[in-house]
């Protein structure tokens, strides 16, 4: 079963969505508790990084999604959801994230005056290194984004993928047992679903 | 590189998909869900759902169609997101944030607000703060009048505002706002081509991205609201209705024309 950690700060009801359409059993995690029952989980986020992390701490989650990761079962932070995968967050001043994958997240840079930010709509992937996640996108490996941060990571070595906008921006990292995307894929029709699909078949 | 966007619009009255026209005059065409399928086989960048309903009723009054009546929008909406594995904007008629809630709650990802933004500039700052400003959506209707200028309009084209386009844009964007939809009401179903002029001065003005539509006559109309009207994506409503695989053919002719648009297809 692939849980989806139900905690107020991302649309739960779209990744779910997803996970009917490709015929995989997924749930709404809405205890702490529950979290262990599942062999892998997706952590989707939406909203300002300072108030997810704080709703991820408050609700009791936090311990949940750190012995969840400890177990080396697959885990997936989705948009916001990636983003505190990293050690800090600088929206709104310096929140501490998950410190899963070594790195901080910065505004996107404006690298120049008629550079629209937020980040979004569709943009391609650049596949940085091979990983499970991201096999089989051949030819169109566009992806919806919407964002006015980025994760910049302290290990190139983590970066899965790139995505353009002004800048090179991360747009999936891979370490472990541990994913982050920074489109939605759950609203990225054919190429999100398919990296769905790859999650939901991760070895576990 | 950001892809430019090409964004179907429907407008639903009475939980049936219309064609409009000047915003006044509509003829029913479909039904919501089997359209958004449609576009969603199509591999549609996005969907904008816009409510133009004047009587506060939803139904889709026949019995004659694939799914079955419904008096909610709500459940129009929800039926619509189960499958709709594209960001979806929802807009017309919301008054308050119980209304941004409920859509947003029922599968909406972005909510366009038009008349209440006028009314209630707070809303779209309390919208954007709760959802991010990329939720919030201004829906902004523009007319070409008699005399060569431009004017805001809000209650559906009834009520004029009386301030120009430009400054209410950026008095929008400043309040939050973090996209703006621009509908043309005198080109609205006239398929005359895009009103360039207003969109490339309301693109200039704001940094947020400005969706054009209204009056997409054929596919080189798209080109303008890009080239001359500095749009970030184009929107489009009849011009996809009435044509075979129109949407489709409407990426390739830009693809091929060398414009930046998405092209998930095979051929």
């Known amino acids: ?204 | 590189m950001l892809k430019t966007r090409v964004i179907p619009v429907l407008y639903l009255m009475n939980g049936l998909i219309v064609r409009s026209e000047g915003f006044r005059e509509f003829k029913a065409i479909g039904n919501p869900i089997a359209e958004m399928e449609r576009y969603g086989d199509w591999l549609a960048d996005e969907l904008v759902y816009l409510d133009i309903t004047r009587d506060g009723e939803h139904d889709f009054g026949r019995d004659d169609h694939k799914f079955k009546g419904e008096r909610d929008i709500l459940s129009i909406l929800r039926q619509i997101a189960a499958s709709c594995f594209m960001p979806l904007a929802f807009g017309g008629r919301i008054r308050s944030m119980e209304d941004v809630d409920r859509f947003i709650r029922n599968g909406a990802d972005k909510v366009v607000i038009c008349s209440q933004a006028f009314r209630d500039p707070a809303l779209v700052t309390a919208v954007a703060e709760k959802y991010g400003a990329q939720a919030m959506v201004l829906g902004l209707d523009v007319k070409r009048e008699e005399d060569g200028t431009h004017r805001v309009y809000v209650d559906q084209g009834r009520t004029p505002v009386d301030e120009a386009p430009e400054t209410y844009a950026k008095r929008m964007e400043a309040a939050g706002a973090g996209e703006i939809l621009l509908n043309s009401i005198d080109r609205d179903g006239a398929a005359e081509g895009y009103d360039t002029e207003i969109i490339r001065r309301i693109a200039d003005a704001v940094s947020i991205p400005v969706v054009a539509c209204g009056g997409v006559g054929d596919f080189s109309d798209f080109r303008e609201g890009i080239d001359e009207g500095h749009a970030s994506a184009v929107a489009a409503g009849n011009v996809f209705h009435f044509t075979e695989a129109s949407y489709k053919r409407a990426k390739r002719y830009l693809r091929d024309k060398g414009y930046g648009v998405r092209f998930p297809y095979t051929n």
Request: with cysteine; aromatic share 6%.
């Open chain 1, 1 to 204: 079963m692939i849980g989806v950690v139900s905690c107020g700060i991302g649309n739960v009801q779209s990744v779910l969505n997803a996970f009917a359409r490709l015929g995989h059993d997924a749930r709404a995690i809405e205890t702490p508790e529950a979290l262990g029952d599942a062999e892998r989980v997706v952590l989707p986020g939406v909203g300002a990084f300072p108030s997810c992390m704080n709703r991820l701490n408050e609700s009791g989650f936090r311990a949940a999604v750190d012995r969840f990761v400890k177990s080396g079962r697959p885990f997936l932070g989705v948009c916001v959801g990636m983003q505190m995968l990293a050690d800090i967050g600088t929206e709104f001043g310096e929140t501490s994230g998950l410190g899963y994958i070594p790195g901080r997240v910065e505004v996107i840079p404006k690298t120049s005056p008629d550079l629209r930010i937020p980040h979004m709509g569709w943009n391609d992937l650049s596949i940085a290194k091979p990983t499970p996640l991201l096999a089989g996108l051949d030819g169109d490996t566009a992806c919806y984004f919407v964002h006015s941060f980025s994760l910049v990571c302290k290990n190139e070595s983590d970066v899965a993928a790139w995505t353009e906008h002004g800048s090179r921006l991360v747009a999936a990292v891979a370490r472990g047992n541990v994913f982050g995307l920074q489109a939605h894929p759950e609203k990225s029709q054919n190429v999100g679903l398919k990296i769905l699909d790859n999650f939901a078949k991760l070895p576990c």
